[in-house]
C-alpha cells in the first residue's frame, strides 16, 4: 500500500537520495530540502512499506502552480507512484485556489512527456538552454485546473 503524505523535517536525506538516484530529476541536497518549507515549497513523499518510493515538490502564487521536482525510485517505477504524487500535489493547488499549473521537462525525456500528457499537460512554450549537463532545451507544460 501507498500512503501519500507531507515530508517529515528528519526525511530531507532520504528524500535527496531519491533525487540523485533519478537521472532526470533535479538533485537537490537534504539542506535544500531542509530549507523548503520556510520558502513555501510543498514536499509530498510517497511512502511504502516503511520507505520512501517517491517525492514530488511544488509551489503556488497568484492563482498559479508549479511542479518543480518529481521522483520515483527506479526500482519503484511504473507502479503508479508518479501519478499518485501528482494527483496529490493537483488536489492542493485546486485547494489553494490555483487555476494553472505549470512544469518543465527536458526535450529529450519522451517517458516523462508521455506521464505528463496522460495527466493532462499540453506543450505551453519551450524554454532554450534551460538545461545543463547536459544542455537542452526545456518544454513547458501547462494544465488548466478546475
Given amino acids: 500500500m501507498t ?5 517529515l523535517p528528519g526525511e530531507a536525506d532520504a528524500v ?3 533525487f540523485a538516484e ?3 530529476a533535479a ?3 537534504a539542506q535544500e530540502l531542509s530549507r523548503l518549507e520556510t520558502s513555501g515549497i510543498r514536499v509530498w513523499v510517497a511512502v511504502q512499506d ?3 518510493a517517491g517525492a514530488v515538490t511544488s509551489r503556488e502564487a497568484a492563482g498559479e502552480a508549479e511542479i518543480l521536482n518529481l521522483a520515483v525510485a527506479p526500482a519503484r517505477q511504473g507502479k503508479g507512484i508518479g501519478r499518485r504524487l ?3 500535489a493537483l488536489q492542493e493547488a485546486v485547494s489553494a485556489g490555483v487555476k494553472r499549473v505549470f512544469l518543465e521537462v527536458r526535450e529529450s525525456n519522451a517517458r516523462a512527456r508521455a506521464f505528463y500528457l496522460r495527466l493532462g499537460f499540453a506543450e505551453a512554450g519551450r524554454r532554450r538552454g534551460y538545461y545543463q549537463h547536459p544542455a537542452e532545451d526545456a518544454l513547458l ?6
Fill in 16 to 18: 535527496a537520495g531519491l
Fill in 22 to 24: 533519478a537521472v532526470e
Fill in 27 to 29: 538533485h537537490w541536497s
Fill in 50 to 52: 516503511e520507505g520512501l
Fill in 3 to 7: 500512503t501519500i503524505r507531507g515530508m
Fill in 86 to 88: 501528482m494527483e496529490r
Fill in 141 to 146: 507544460l501547462s494544465r488548466t485546473l478546475e
